[in-house]
């Protein structure tokens, strides 16, 4: 049988399933272009259960994408707070602005232009918001169509996200929105990353190649394991009385992020010595391609230091976004 002939005989098992157990999540209840839009930036790269605490509280600040787009990015930013990858957040202010300008864009070509958006993003919100039978892979359903087809493809190649793409956009349905979650779904709940896929609750248990075969847990194939570049850096929690000094980060990781004052340093280079040393901790931070080994210094110090914005503990909770890679040293300051 081909892959496209099975990939055929599997879109209606899929949809039926989808249509029984398809998770309640916030998202999927009234939907817009905008709803849609907030959704999936959100959920680039982010765990379903942080987006959940935090998109309904996201619309009930900037409820239409007016809102959005007139807003303060320092209000954005805030509203973000704890999702991490803060560009994310800036470029969705972005494309409110071109959207509260120009109107929802109607085609694919026209909602990946937008701030933000890749193949992924565009095709998922393509065809949830817009009905366009457009495919959204990401490594979810590589891994899913590789099971299905028992195909060699790794999990990060790029080709096969074309090729498992293209294939897809030949047998998209009506229902062009239900079948991209649909996808996404099988790959969350059921054809799952680690451990074993559940096959016996799987709707394409009988078409599966990978799954008829015994062999569901070798595909996909395995990739090199990523090397991620390991950052040393000193972070300082200055405390002058009741307040706390912050730096706006500038370009780079984090940039335009208020953080504690912190410098890139040698593996066990020595601190700075500011006023009375309270507390030393070590922490770490893991982003995609970078890892930050952190070493924390509590001072007291007897004035409020030029250079640096003095924050109290509820400002810090209240307007400065501070990045979740600084949660370890932020307890210094409640
Ligand atoms: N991941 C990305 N988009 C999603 C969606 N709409 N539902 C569930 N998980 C997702």
């Given at each position: 049988?081909?892959?496209?002939?099975?990939?055929?005989?599997?879109?209606?098992?899929?949809?039926?399933?989808?249509?029984?157990?398809?998770?309640?999540?916030?998202?999927?209840?009234?939907?817009?272009?905008?709803?849609?839009?907030?959704?999936?930036?959100?959920?680039?790269?982010?765990?379903?259960?942080?987006?959940?605490?935090?998109?309904?509280?996201?619309?009930?600040?900037?409820?239409?994408?007016?809102?959005?787009?007139?807003?303060?990015?320092?209000?954005?930013?805030?509203?973000?707070?704890?999702?991490?990858?803060?560009?994310?957040?800036?470029?969705?202010?972005?494309?409110?602005?071109?959207?509260?300008?120009?109107?929802?864009?109607?085609?694919?070509?026209?909602?990946?232009?937008?701030?933000?958006?890749?193949?992924?993003?565009?095709?998922?919100?393509?065809?949830?918001?817009?009905?366009?039978?457009?495919?959204?892979?990401?490594?979810?359903?590589?891994?899913?169509?590789?099971?299905?087809?028992?195909?060699?493809?790794?999990?990060?190649?790029?080709?096969?996200?074309?090729?498992?793409?293209?294939?897809?956009?030949?047998?998209?349905?009506?229902?062009?929105?239900?079948?991209?979650?649909?996808?996404?779904?099988?790959?969350?709940?059921?054809?799952?990353?680690?451990?074993?896929?559940?096959?016996?609750?799987?709707?394409?248990?009988?078409?599966?190649?990978?799954?008829?075969?015994?062999?569901?847990?070798?595909?996909?194939?395995?990739?090199?394991?990523?090397?991620?570049?390991?950052?040393?850096?000193?972070?300082?929690?200055?405390?002058?009385?009741?307040?706390?000094?912050?730096?706006?980060?500038?370009?780079?990781?984090?940039?335009?992020?208020?953080?504690?004052?912190?410098?890139?340093?040698?593996?066990?280079?020595?601190?700075?010595?500011?006023?009375?040393?309270?507390?030393?901790?070590?922490?770490?931070?893991?982003?995609?391609?970078?890892?930050?080994?952190?070493?924390?210094?509590?001072f007291a110090v007897p004035k409020e230091l030029e250079g640096y914005l003095w924050a109290t503990r509820e400002e810090i909770g209240e307007k400065y976004a501070l990045?979740?890679?600084?949660?370890?040293?932020?307890?210094?300051?409640?």
């Amino acid at each position: 049988m081909t892959d496209l002939a099975r990939l055929q005989l599997a879109t209606l098992p899929l949809l039926q399933w989808f249509g029984e157990h398809r998770r309640d999540l916030p998202w999927r209840k009234e939907r817009t272009p905008y709803t849609v839009l907030v959704s999936e930036l959100m959920l680039q790269q982010t765990r379903v259960e942080a987006v959940k605490e935090r998109y309904t509280e996201f619309l009930r600040r900037f409820p239409t994408v007016e809102a959005l787009a007139a807003a303060d990015e320092e209000a954005v930013l805030k509203a973000w707070e704890g999702l991490g990858y803060y560009s994310r957040a800036r470029n969705l202010h972005k494309a409110a602005k071109i959207i509260a300008r120009e109107g929802f864009p109607q085609t694919w070509v026209g909602v990946r232009a937008l701030p933000g958006v890749g193949d992924y993003t565009a095709g998922a919100i393509s065809s949830i918001a817009l009905g366009l039978k457009t495919p959204a892979v990401d490594g979810n359903v590589v891994r899913i169509m590789t099971r299905l087809l028992a195909d060699p493809a790794k999990a990060g190649d790029s080709g096969a996200k074309k090729r498992f793409s293209e294939l897809l956009a030949a047998v998209y349905p009506e229902e062009a929105g239900e079948f991209t979650e649909a996808l996404m779904e099988l790959g969350a709940i059921v054809c799952v990353p680690n451990g074993p896929p559940m096959c016996g609750a799987c709707p394409w248990s009988t078409l599966c190649k990978a799954n008829l075969e015994g062999r569901e847990t070798e595909f996909p194939q395995r990739e090199e394991p990523k090397k991620r570049r390991v950052v040393y850096l000193n972070v300082y929690v200055l405390k002058a009385g009741e307040k706390f000094a912050l730096v706006k980060r500038e370009e780079g990781l984090l940039g335009g992020l208020y953080g504690f004052p912190a410098e890139e340093t040698e593996e066990g280079a020595p601190g700075r010595t500011f006023g009375s040393l309270l507390a030393v901790k070590r922490a770490k931070h893991i982003f995609t391609h970078i890892e930050w080994r952190m070493t924390g210094y509590l001072f007291a110090v007897p004035k409020e230091l030029e250079g640096y914005l003095w924050a109290t503990r509820e400002e810090i909770g209240e307007k400065y976004a501070l990045p979740s890679a600084f949660r370890a040293f932020r307890k210094w300051t409640e």
